[in-house]
Nanobody, 124 residues
Framework: QVQLVESGGGLVQAGGSLRLSCAAS????????MAWFRQAPGKEREFVAS????????YYTGSVRGRFTISRDNAKNTVYLQMNILKPEDTAVYYC?????????????????WGQGTHVTVSS
């Protein structure tokens, strides 16, 4: 059974940093794409960043490029999202997701497994 467990959310001031973690278990993820999505209050869930587990190739949505970094630790089976220069508009619930076959995809429907989410609040 696949499990994705996020952690690392919290309250931070604008300009600050947070690192989110996603611990993955239940299978080998070497052929998967892992991603972070977020959902702000009253808005749809949106793509943030993705990483191909085997190659380490990454892709970011424009609003976070240059501020956020997605990475993975093979030994720990964990994916990270380092978030720097946070802005109030980054406030959302952040979700980790895994896709079996669609490399670096940004589409929600391509992701087969989801975590429960972790809250990030950025105060101005």
């Amino acid at each position: 059974q696949v499990q994705l467990v996020e952690s690392g959310g919290g309250l931070v001031q604008a300009g600050g940093s947070l690192r989110l973690s996603c611990a993955a278990s239940g299978r080998t993820f070497s052929s998967y794409t892992m991603a972070w999505f977020r959902q702000a209050p009253g808005k749809e869930r949106e793509f943030v960043a993705s990483i191909a587990w085997s190659s380490g190739n990454t892709y970011y949505t424009g609003s976070v490029r240059g501020r956020f970094t997605i990475s993975r630790d093979n030994a720990k089976n964990t994916v990270y999202l380092q978030m720097n220069i946070l802005k109030p508009e980054d406030t959302a619930v952040y979700y980790c997701a895994a896709s079996r076959g669609s490399i670096l995809t940004t589409r929600l429907s391509d992701y087969n497994y989801w975590g429960q989410g972790t809250h990030v609040t950025v105060s101005s």
